[in-house]
């Protein structure tokens, strides 16, 4: 990279606003790091998100740590769902596995929120810790062109797609499972497409739904209903993508009359109460997490499929660890950026993620194999009971375990 002198220079420069790089970079302030975040999307959008669709399922760790950024308090509570329980059923049986907390934990499974509601909690949190705390600078609309480490070694130097350059002590890549930093650090990542398409869309529905969770694997179709309130759920629906389309382009009247078929009207008549929206599902494991003065968090590291709902958590888990490596080290007077330092977190975060990407992956594979014996072998684990069940120990298990 051509070297010129650089305008701005920052402890960490963070390519990606998303919720990651947001509650990264409001971790690193109040630990006095100061960070410069990066995003090709305009501040406006950043600030007040438009709805995708997604609801996500957060773990006690994950508000814990939304707790102490001061996100959680800015996410208003008619915004939380409550989950109590979570059904999970098999094909066109009305049998199905309870997921509850056990007798003496509190009355709740988790909690859901809309990914919108998050961003925007997020973003707010930030201004005010940024305002308060170490600086917090933005390019907004802006990509990175290349980067490049310094000639001491001591820091990356990076250009922006205008011309200007910054230099930072550690370059931190938070910009999506496709990221286009991680393949500009020559980062290679292990990508499963899965041939499928998710739905989500928010639904009201006749019958309640008692703020239980259902996830059924029917036969070509996996479904997933998510409590919002009483008589409303968000419908996530998996199929491959010609007959996703099929769906998509239907009339609202016959969507409606196609997700309560699908439902086997198991909650009455289904009408839409929001846009449905469409994702390809691809999951992403990186092969690396850091490069010399670079690291990968939230999705840019671990892509996880959403069925098992880990994605942010994990990335909030990655905040977590790596922001408190860093925070412990300026306090030490040390140097934020260095290798030891990236090493132990890649080791901590690796071992925190691949067991549940992998065993994420099995799950998908098992649940979406339509031939007989994998279709009997999800009806067998499904009876052997609670303990047997991967889902349950998946999903319950993450999900009320604390932060620790
Ligand atoms: C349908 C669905 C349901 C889900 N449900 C759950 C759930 O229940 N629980 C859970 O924990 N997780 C869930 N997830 C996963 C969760 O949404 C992601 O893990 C989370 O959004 C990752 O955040 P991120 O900040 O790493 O990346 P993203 O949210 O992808 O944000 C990336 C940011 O980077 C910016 N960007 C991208 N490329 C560039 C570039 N080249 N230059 C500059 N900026 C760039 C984008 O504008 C964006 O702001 C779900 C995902 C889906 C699709």
Known sequence: ???????????????????????????????????????????????????????????????????????????????????????????????????????????????????????????????????????????????????????????????LAGGEILEAALLVAADSRFSTTRRAMGIPAHTYQHGQHMLVCRMHHAQPHDFTAW??????????????????????????????????????????????????????????????????LVSVYAERFVGPRQALLGDAAVGMHPVTAHGFNLGLEGVRRLAGLIGDAREAGQDIGAPRLLARYQREQRLATGPLFAATLAIVGLYTDERPPARLLRKAILRAGEAAWPVRRLIAGHLMRSAG
Request: with cysteine; aromatic share 4%; proline share 7%.
């Open 1 to 159: 990279m051509e070297r010129s002198n650089p305008s701005t220079r920052v402890d960490v420069a963070i390519v990606g606003a998303g919720p990651i790089g947001l509650c990264f970079a409001n971790a690193l302030s109040r630990r006095g790091v100061s960070a410069l975040l990066i995003d090709r999307q305009p501040r406006a959008s950043l600030e007040a998100p438009p709805s995708d669709g997604r609801e996500i399922a957060l773990t006690r760790a994950s508000q814990e740590t939304l707790e102490a950024l001061d996100v959680w308090p800015r996410i208003p509570h008619e915004e939380r769902a409550t989950m109590r329980a979570a059904k999970v059923f098999d094909g066109q049986s009305l049998f199905a596995m309870q997921i509850a907390p056990r007798a003496g934990q509190d009355a709740e499974l988790g909690c859901l929120v809309p990914n919108r509601v998050i961003r925007g909690a997020a973003h707010a949190a930030l201004s005010a810790a940024s305002e308060a705390r170490a600086e917090v600078l933005w390019r907004t609309e802006s990509e990175v062109e290349a980067f490049a480490p310094s000639a001491d070694d001591t820091r990356v130097e990076i250009r």
């Open 215 to 280: 996830e059924w694997f029917g036969h070509g179709q996996t479904l997933a209903l998510l409590p919002v309130d009483s008589h409303c759920s968000s419908v996530v629906l998996t199929l491959p993508p010609a007959q996703m389309d099929a769906l998509m382009t239907l009339p609202q009247a016959d969507f409606e009359t196609e997700i309560t078929r699908r439902l086997e009207g198991r909650l009455g008549t289904m009408t839409q109460a929001a846009e449905a929206r469409r994702y390809p």
